[in-house]
């Protein structure tokens, strides 16, 4: 995934990757001044996965044209249903890109249905001016929108952007385990590995991306990148392992390598 090589080029060269933003966010990454001097890379809101390089070029154009959108309200009003449809919607809020102007993910995803159906081109524009005639639309109106909606546990929301942006932006999954549970465990991240004298060490992280291939013979073996709390690596699998354990390696699992050191 080109993403993600991107992501650990930038990790090298020590450039910050800004998460996507509804309100700075282009349709591409872009360069952004994030002060001190210095500048970082913005994820592109259409390099988000399922929404369409088009439609969040019409998002960036509305919002260069007539300004940052102030809440989820105000986004739904100016742009028209044809442009951000139900599951355009749920990817965006998955990403993070919203949170900048509401920061409970899962309220917003819970309404996605509600947000589409009062403000799809296909009602009746007639009565909806009517009915909001007097009254601004806002989002904490607990008789249009659901608002006993807790967050997202960490493990939800990182599975979340995992699905839609293709890494973590938020946390990592290994931060939910205790500080000492690596040492205690032997587990190493994978910039450590060349300072041990070790023939075989235990990583652990988790997995970003798979590619199978097959050898001369019709072997199979995989390469996999995995994602740890420092770093970002790939390691080889070989056919036995790789028929051995196949089941556990999708993406976003969890898991526990020992590799053998060349």
Known sequence: DRIILLKKELERL?????????????????????????KGIRF???AIKGVGIKSMSSVVKERENKGKFKDIISFMQRLNSDVINKRQ???????????????????????????????SNNKNETNQSLLFADEKIQFTDKNLFNQNVENWKVVDLLKNELEVIGFYFSSHPLSLYPSN?????????????ENQNESSVKVAGSILDIK????????????VTVSSLKSQFELTIFSENLYKYRSFLKEGNLLLFEIEVI
């Open 44 to 46: 592109g809101l259409g």
């Open 14 to 38: 020590n450039i910050n990757l800004l998460k996507p933003d509804i309100n700075f966010s282009k349709e591409l990454f872009s360069i952004e001044d994030t002060g001190k001097n210095e």
């Open 181 to 193: 549970f690596f040492k205690e465990n032997n587990i190493l991240d994978f910039n450590e590995i």
């Open 89 to 119: 919607l749920e990817k965006i809020i998955q990403s993070g890109a919203f949170d900048s102007i509401e920061q409970n993910r899962s309220k917003l995803f819970s309404n996605v249905v509600k947000f589409v159906d009062l403000f």
């Open 212 to 223: 199978e291939r097959s050898n001369k013979d019709g072997k199979k073996y995989a390469f």
